[in-house]
């Protein structure tokens, strides 16, 4: 049997790339908490099902599974990398983070995080559009897609450091 990461992310993978917001939606729990790409975070299937809507129909995503874990029979996780495709040459890399809970038979998204992977030293880092067109991520467009300018002086590090404590389970603490 896989892991549940791999099965939510494989579901989550499917409904992105066919478009399905509503498929989408339905992977998370009620009451999930959402960081994508706009500038606060958010909870609630209604927002999330809002969200995925306005991401552009051509974009797919590839996932690559880096690490996953389990806390208990309820509890699980892990990070990928995601990069976000469209058909005329966009791209954008993500970190994504996850924590699983089960739901009966059912694994769901509590929590779902992604982090742009800015590539350039400096200049312009291309992001996908959350929300309406024009709404949170708007800002410079580039192809009919909102974006944010990043500059980068030098090598920095970015270290995570968290511990997430669920039905009296600690995820311990993570860092990259």
Not at 10 to 24: I, N, T, V
Not at 57 to 86: K, P, Q
Not at 104 to 111: C, F, V, Y
């Amino acid at each position: 049997m896989s892991h549940p990461m791999s099965q939510v992310l494989s579901q989550w993978k499917a409904a992105f790339d066919g478009h399905r917001p509503a498929a989408m939606a339905e992977l998370f729990a009620d009451g999930a908490l959402f960081q994508g790409f706009g500038p606060e975070p958010t909870s609630g299937r209604d927002v999330m099902r809002a969200y995925y809507a306005a991401v552009p129909a051509d974009l797919t995503a590839e996932v690559e599974i880096l690490h996953t874990y389990t806390v208990g029979e309820t509890v699980a996780g892990g990070f990928a990398d995601v990069a976000f495709r469209g058909d005329d040459g966009y791209e954008v890399p993500v970190h994504l983070s996850l924590v699983l809970v089960r739901d009966g038979d059912t694994w769901r998204i509590q929590q779902y995080h992604v982090s742009r992977i800015i590539t350039e030293r400096c200049g312009r880092a291309l992001v996908p559009g959350s929300g309406a067109r024009g709404g949170p991520g708007a800002g410079h467009r580039h192809a009919g897609r909102p974006a944010v300018t990043a500059c980068e002086r030098g090598r920095r590090r970015y270290v995570l450091v968290c511990s997430i404590w669920i039905d009296g389970y600690s995820t311990g603490r993570l860092s990259y």
